[in-house]
């Protein structure tokens, strides 16, 4: 059961409201022991937009080997789906793959990279784990759009997590242009809570990672932050890195060029921020969206190829 009433409160009965941040973006450490990577400038553009570009963290041997792993996994789950294969809508190609870190060896070593993991350490102040990974494919011509939301809107109200002491990190693995559908951030908006209208049917995530109807924003709202923060498009190179803060509105066109815009996304939640009981009284989201069982922290080993 959840330890405390919730502060955030969205979804039915509640109307469209925003509401202020109530915690810090960028957590003390508690033990010496953790890393110190981001410099000073890093750290204040993560703490007052809400998202991070690091390009080129990853070198183009690396990537190859990814992308080549990520087509693999693409071609298999397309003939045998299962549960963690969310496909487009329309076309019926595959769209994300969830719980990679569980389900491919390879991707598990690279969510402990100490390039992206001590970051995450840094960010949160804390040892992580992981809460949720995927692939976001978006293949060319036919990849639709993920319309804006905050993660930790739906992570809180679905999954029960407690507070915004969590960070994505989206590891890009093809070239992200303005063309091809790049992941888009408002920037200044984490510090905003958005409770959102609507009713949350049952076993929503069925329906929700394809298209998202329910805990997305106030269109009144979204043109608020828009005008206070303005919109951000991540471009980068494969390779580069985004980390962004659980509470911070994005979102992504779609995409009609004939590349594809592919990205693996791991999502590090603080050891002490572990889910509790879904704020909404909901059911709880599957273990391969929202990971409750056999939660440890990670630790630190360089990915090779």
């Not at 010496?32 to 204040?44: F, G």
């Not at 828009?226 to 509105?249: E, L, R």
Request: hydrophobic share 35%; net charge negative.
């Amino acid at each position: 059961m959840s330890l405390q009433p919730t502060i955030y409160k969205s979804r039915a009965p509640i109307s469209p409201a925003i509401l202020a941040r109530s915690e810090p973006v960028l957590y003390e450490r508690t033990a010496e022991s953790l890393p110190t990577t981001l410099n000073p400038a890093q750290r204040e553009a993560y703490n007052d937009n809400g998202f991070l570009l690091l390009p080129d963290l990853f070198t183009p041997d690396e990537v190859t080997r990814l992308y080549d792993e990520m087509q693999l996994m693409r071609a298999d789950y397309a003939q045998t789906p299962q549960a963690e294969v969310v496909a487009e809508p329309g076309s019926g190609e595959v769209r994300s793959i969830f719980n990679v870190h569980r389900l491919n060896a390879l991707f598990a070593r690279l969510m402990n990279d100490p390039r992206v993991l001590n970051v995450a350490r840094e960010i949160l102040g804390s040892e992580v784990y992981i809460h949720q990974s995927r692939i976001n494919y978006k293949p060319g011509l036919t990849g639709k759009e993920f319309y804006w939301h905050s993660d930790f809107e739906t992570w809180h109200i679905e999954d029960g997590m407690p507070a915004m002491r969590a960070v994505s990190c989206s590891i890009l693995l093809t070239d992200n242009d303005e063309f091809n559908g790049p992941l888009m951030l408002i920037p200044g908006s984490h510090r905003h809570f958005i409770s959102c209208a609507g009713e949350t049917p049952d076993e929503h995530y069925k329906q929700s990672l394809k298209k998202q109807e329910f805990g997305v924003p106030d269109e009144l709202l979204l043109r608020y932050l828009s005008d206070m923060g303005g919109i951000t498009a991540c471009k980068g190179k494969a390779g580069s890195v985004v980390f962004f803060d659980s509470n911070t509105m994005h979102g992504s066109n779609s995409n009609i060029t004939p590349y594809p815009r592919s990205n693996v996304f791991f999502v590090y939640n603080s050891i002490k921020n572990q889910l509790e009981a879904p704020a909404g009284g909901l059911t709880p989201r599957p273990e391969f969206i929202a990971t409750r069982q056999n939660v440890q922290p990670l630790q630190a080993e360089p990915f090779t190829v």
